[in-house]
């Protein structure tokens, strides 16, 4: 039984302070069937030669263990490994090898790489003295990242490399990646300290999916980026996009013709060139939010017509972009800026719209119409802005609309929104609104399966406290106007 074999093995081979957890597939048939061997978290120190012997196990884990040393060969009785876990071990990436048979197509070696640089002291025939040195010494170490012949993975689609503190990645032996990798499709590196694109120009073209977020680019300009659908730039320190500017520092797609997904956020971009996305057809999400764009020029967008999510949070935008070019558009995110009015043009024929996000502005006025050609809008945001009312038919009855956000903002009554003919709307949320009243005959006037959610009622304004005594208030609340009527 060749169950039964491989348990007897490793119990006999594994240390008895490492534990080890076997699941086996419920259907062996299946061509989905998996065989998981995990080993996290058991205190591995060393990986020896072959140090599992099975045709069996299909997925390995070994995370958070206190790797250091990786014998040549360990993996080499693991004929139809597919999946290989590394993460959160201390051992030199030339270390890895995996000889020219190698099934893995996912491996992951975040938190994995350790530079031993052999800083203070350590018994050298104590382990664990050893790794404590690693462990204290490991943030003062960049890891540089050299590719070589040992690292042979013809099957390989997932690398993750992420927190490494890897500068730079360079190839030894190799003149491409495609001689050790030819079939990579993504690869993650991201939370490094990478200065340094110029390997993108050596990687394979099977590469579709690329994420260098939150390293230390500044200027991004490659020529090999043909195949390319997703790029994350994230927290970066690029200032600017670019396309035909020769001299451009900053990031440039000109190449990229089949990117989809562009993410550029949080990066201290301020400038977007009118040309920047003129070669980027093809781009379905575009979130360049959290940066300190001021202005995006007229005609910034007019070549993304396959766009469906646009984001621009939290950015210092004073006016809306033009957007009329963006006829796919579903989502669209404009939040913790400081625009004051949305005007009846800024929507034009923009009919796929969905999704709209104002939060966080500065929002004082809508033009009456300004929504009207939103033919498809199911949701609107406009929480966290300055009304004290809207105006008649700010929302026309033929909307779509089901889901309105209005809280945390300065209306006090329910008569100021104004939502009279606003029949298809399932749910409103008006929380943290100075209201002063609720009045019941407005509330019968909303749609009878409408969902109000009141939250909590935001303290009055000295300005907007009512008079007591009034009439016209005490003609709605007479238990709180004795004076009135004694």
């Not at 562009?262 to 920047?276: K, T």
Request: proline content about 3%; aromatic content about 8%; overall charge negative.
């Amino acid at each position: 039984n060749s169950k039964m074999f491989l348990l007897t093995f490793l119990f006999l081979y594994i240390p008895c302070c490492v534990t080890a957890e076997l699941q086996w597939p419920e259907n062996e048939s299946s061509n989905e069937s998996k065989t998981v061997l995990d080993l996290s978290n058991t205190g591995v120190m060393r990986l020896k030669k072959s140090f599992v012997n099975s045709s069996l196990i299909t997925h390995l884990y070994l995370t958070d263990n206190n790797i250091w040393k990786i014998d040549e060969g360990a993996f080499d009785y693991l004929p139809n490994l597919v999946y290989l876990n590394l993460t959160g071990n201390l051992f030199p990436l030339e270390e890895l090898n995996f000889g020219g048979e190698s099934s893995i197509e996912t491996l992951i070696l975040d938190r994995a790489i350790n530079q031993h640089n052999d800083r203070g002291y350590y018994n050298p025939n104590d382990d664990c003295s050893r790794v404590r040195n690693y462990r204290d010494h490991s943030r003062d170490v960049q890891n540089i990242f050299t590719l070589s012949i040992s690292m042979n993975l013809p099957k390989l689609k997932k690398l993750y490399l992420r927190q490494n503190n890897i500068p730079s990645i360079d190839l030894l032996m190799v003149s491409e990646l495609s001689e050790i990798m030819p079939n990579v499709t993504h690869i993650y590196l991201s939370e490094n300290s990478i200065d340094s694109i110029r390997f993108i120009d050596y990687l394979p073209a099977t590469l579709t999916h690329l994420f260098l977020d939150y390293n230390l680019i500044r200027n991004f300009k490659v020529e090999s980026l043909k195949n390319l659908k997703t790029l994350t730039l994230d927290g970066n320190q690029i200032d600017r996009l670019c396309n035909s500017y020769e001299y451009c520092l900053g990031l440039t797609l000109k190449t990229a013709v089949n990117l989809e997904n562009l993410s550029v956020s949080r990066s201290g971009l301020q400038e977007i060139e009118s040309d920047a996305f003129d070669n980027l057809q093809n781009l379905q999400r575009l979130d360049v939010s959290g940066n300190q764009l001021h202005k995006i020029v007229k005609h910034t967008f007019d070549n993304l017509t396959n766009l469906t999510t646009l984001k621009l949070d939290d950015n210092k935008l004073v006016t809306l972009p033009d957007i009329c070019s963006l006829k796919n558009l579903e989502h669209f995110s404009v939040a913790n800026n400081t625009i004051r009015a949305i005007s009846k043009l800024t929507f034009c024929g923009l009919s796929k719209l969905k999704v709209l996000n104002f939060s966080g502005n500065a929002l004082q006025d809508i033009s009456v119409g300004a929504f009207d050609e939103l033919v498809a809008l199911e949701e609107l945001d406009l929480s966290k802005n300055a009304f004290v009312s809207l105006p008649d038919q700010w929302l026309s009855p033929e909307l779509s609309l089901r889901r309105l956000h209005l809280n945390n903002n300065m209306f006090t009554s329910l008569s100021s929104l104004s939502l009279s003919k606003s029949k298809n709307l399932q749910y409103i949320n008006i929380g943290d609104n100075p209201l002063t009243l609720i009045d019941i005959k407005i509330l019968t006037t909303l749609p009878e399966n409408m969902t109000v959610d009141i939250g909590k009622i935001a303290s009055v304004p000295m300005q907007l406290q009512p008079d007591l005594n009034s009439p016209s208030y005490c003609e709605t609340c007479q238990r709180q106007c004795s004076n009135f009527y004694n």
